[in-house]
């Protein structure tokens, strides 16, 4: 008995294409690349302008403020640079013995920010008692800050729950910032920045002084 086929009840196989194949793959792979880029925080650089942040009276320690915030609910990015240069560094003990070094650094960098006519803002992931207890054993004497959920650091590119710090640096643990220093003109432009994933370079205090001598002077001339 002869059987018979149906051409149409076949399965339909396309002519096997190559080029296609390859323009497909390359596709996909540009497709994920610029996806993971998206991902990845981008810190503000020279030149652009800081956002805008209002900053809780009582999340943190504030010693150092003009007399009229003081009686301020929250304080802002704004409000602090129309006084003076400012100086903001993310910081967190989670980055183990860099975060020790981190905080001497800001300690010795201190005076000499105030000296030139700035002033210096830090900025953690820490609860406010945590930070009373840590201003408390090391003398600290410039406004250590609570960063609730890490909001500020998002939006100065330095944090990202997407690109989480502990995914790049072993040991690492907790949401944290990556460490980060930024010098903010009376314009709110940024004029100096710094950002680095190596637990061995720290920020150069002469580049920050530089940033915060040069805008002092646009702003006395003003």
């Known amino acids: 008995m002869q059987s018979h086929i149906n051409a149409r009840s076949l399965p339909f196989i396309p002519d096997f294409q190559p080029e296609f194949a390859f323009e497909n793959s390359i596709a996909d792979y540009s497709t994920?690349?610029?996806?993971?880029?998206?991902?990845?925080?981008?810190?503000?650089?020279?030149?652009?302008?800081?956002?805008?942040?209002?900053?809780?009276?009582?999340?943190?320690?504030?010693?150092?403020?003009?007399?009229?915030?003081?009686?301020?609910?929250?304080?802002?990015?704004?409000?602090?640079?129309?006084?003076?240069?400012?100086?903001?560094?993310?910081?967190?003990?989670?980055?183990?013995?860099?975060?020790?070094?981190?905080?001497?650094?800001?300690?010795?960098?201190?005076?000499?920010?105030?000296?030139?006519?700035?002033?210096?803002?830090?900025l953690t992931p820490l609860e406010t008692d945590e930070i009373s207890k840590l201003i408390k054993e090391t003398g600290l004497q410039f406004n250590f800050i609570h960063d609730q959920n890490n909001q500020v650091a998002e939006r100065f590119g330095v944090y990202s729950s997407i690109y989480p710090f502990?995914?790049?640096?072993?040991?690492?643990?907790?949401?944290?910032?990556?460490?980060?220093?930024?010098?903010?003109?009376?314009?709110?432009?940024?004029?100096?920045?710094?950002?680095?994933?190596?637990?061995?370079n720290l920020y150069d205090i002469r580049e920050v002084l530089t940033a915060i001598y040069t805008v002092r002077d646009i702003r006395q001339s003003a």
């Open 166 to 200: 502990w995914q790049r640096i072993s040991g690492i643990n907790g949401e944290v910032p990556f460490p980060a220093t930024f010098v903010i003109a009376s314009n709110e432009v940024v004029v100096h920045s710094f950002y680095t994933e190596d637990l061995s």
């Open 32 to 122: 994920r690349f610029f996806a993971e880029k998206t991902l990845i925080p981008q810190p503000l650089t020279v030149g652009e302008k800081a956002p805008s942040a209002e900053l809780s009276r009582q999340q943190g320690v504030w010693q150092q403020l003009p007399g009229h915030l003081f009686s301020h609910s929250t304080v802002s990015i704004a409000d602090l640079v129309e006084y003076k240069p400012l100086v903001i560094s993310f910081y967190t003990p989670a980055w183990g013995e860099y975060s020790k070094l981190h905080l001497d650094l800001l300690d010795r960098s201190h005076q000499k920010i105030s000296g030139l006519g700035g002033q210096l803002l830090v």
